[in-house]
């Protein structure tokens, strides 16, 4: 049975029928997992907020398949999207999906461990860092259990490693990477805050060996911005970590991304992301709007994104989008939210 309850919270109709042709891949091919080992068939828990199944009771291989699963699938075969929260999932709002061709799990999202060593206002209200206790024993747990089906899992996949909390910080993720087992259809993708990433890639050389993309999550282009925005970060380290990554790249050749949340105190620095970005080798820069997470209490000061400032540092980055002529520079939620603020007036 559907938990109706979270789907009211989170504002989805669950009858209705958006009528998409294409049929979005995620439901057949992500399993996202969370820190009370929850399972979901989308690549975020806000858009697809039922879970199909809990790891602490039921095995993976048991929890893929499920008819809660299946169900979830089903919603996406028939066109009604009814499950789907059409108002944040940023697929149904570009209308661009990832089609499934086959229905085999290829991307395994581990939300498992919120620590960081950083509260970044946009993300968290106070410090979360688990190295004891409940949260900590059932994160290595899960760990352990998620490593165990890794192992007897054949099939080409990538694990993605980061979403909630650091990688390089969180004891529990540096547990799974040291326990990973050393498999060739394993591939890895890591999204990091990249402070800590000079100090601990040498401990998981496996991981950094089959390392598919290292996505590093930077707010600011100066050090004022960046010191405001990542709470506990120091610009000097990061640019550290950035040199270091760049090195790395060279020699494992894995794809290197900036990520960019722009809000207020830093789209002004959107093109000099794009500087950043060219001068440490990065394949791509992402810059995506701000979204409420509820840790801030002021998030309405945030939206900037229909003043004449903000539309002209806007205007000038999609110049140099078209002057690149390739797509090392996405924005799609910036270019949808001002195609929003333009119908609308
Ligand atoms: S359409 Fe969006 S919300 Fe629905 S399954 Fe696909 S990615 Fe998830
Ligand atoms: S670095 Fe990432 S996970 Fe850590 S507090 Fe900031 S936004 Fe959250």
């Not at 020699?251 to 093109?271: A, P, S, T, W």
């Not at 840790?295 to 989008?321: A, G, H, P, V």
């Amino acid at each position: 049975m559907i938990n109706q309850r979270l789907f009211d919270h989170y504002g989805i109709d669950t009858k209705k029928n958006l009528q998409i042709q294409q049929s979005c891949a995620r439901p057949f091919d992500t399993v996202l997992i969370d820190k009370q080992g929850s399972c979901y068939a989308c690549e975020c828990t806000a858009w697809l907020p039922q879970s199909i199944g809990n790891l602490q009771v039921k095995g993976l291989q048991e929890i893929i398949g499920s008819d809660m699963h299946r169900l979830m699938q089903d919603s996406i075969s028939d066109g009604t999207y009814r499950f789907c929260n059409q108002s944040q999932c940023s697929y149904i709002r570009s209308g661009l999906f990832y089609q499934a061709t086959e229905q085999k799990i290829k991307h395994l999202r581990l939300a498992i461990d919120d620590s960081c060593n950083l509260r970044c206002p946009s993300c968290r209200k106070g410090m979360i860092f688990h190295k004891e206790g409940s949260a900590y024993n059932l994160g290595i747990r899960l760990a352990d259990k998620i490593n165990e089906w890794l192992y007897n899992h054949k099939h080409p996949i990538q694990v993605h490693i980061g979403s909630d909390g650091d990688p390089f910080a969180s004891h529990v993720y540096r547990h799974f990477m040291e326990q990973t087992p050393q498999r060739d259809n394993i591939k890895y993708s890591i999204l990091t805050n990249g402070l800590m990433f000079k100090e601990f890639h040498t401990k998981v050389p496996y991981v950094i060996n089959n390392l598919q993309e290292l996505g590093v999550s930077i707010d600011g282009a100066t050090k004022e911005t960046y010191e405001k925005l990542r709470l506990g970060g120091k610009w000097e380290k990061i640019l550290e970590g950035l040199e270091c990554m760049a090195e790395q790249k060279q020699k494992y050749g894995f794809r290197f991304i900036l990520h960019f949340v722009v809000q207020k105190d830093n789209y002004h620095e959107m093109e000099k992301i794009i500087d950043m970005g060219e001068r440490y080798g990065a394949d791509r820069v992402w810059l995506n709007k701000i979204e409420d997470w509820g840790t801030m209490d002021d998030f309405k000061t945030q939206d900037i994104f229909n003043t004449d400032e903000y539309n002209s540092r806007l205007d000038s980055l999609i110049q140099r989008i078209h002057k690149r002529d390739d797509r090392f520079i996405e924005c799609p939620t910036l270019i949808s939210e001002a195609v929003r603020y333009k119908n609308k007036n």
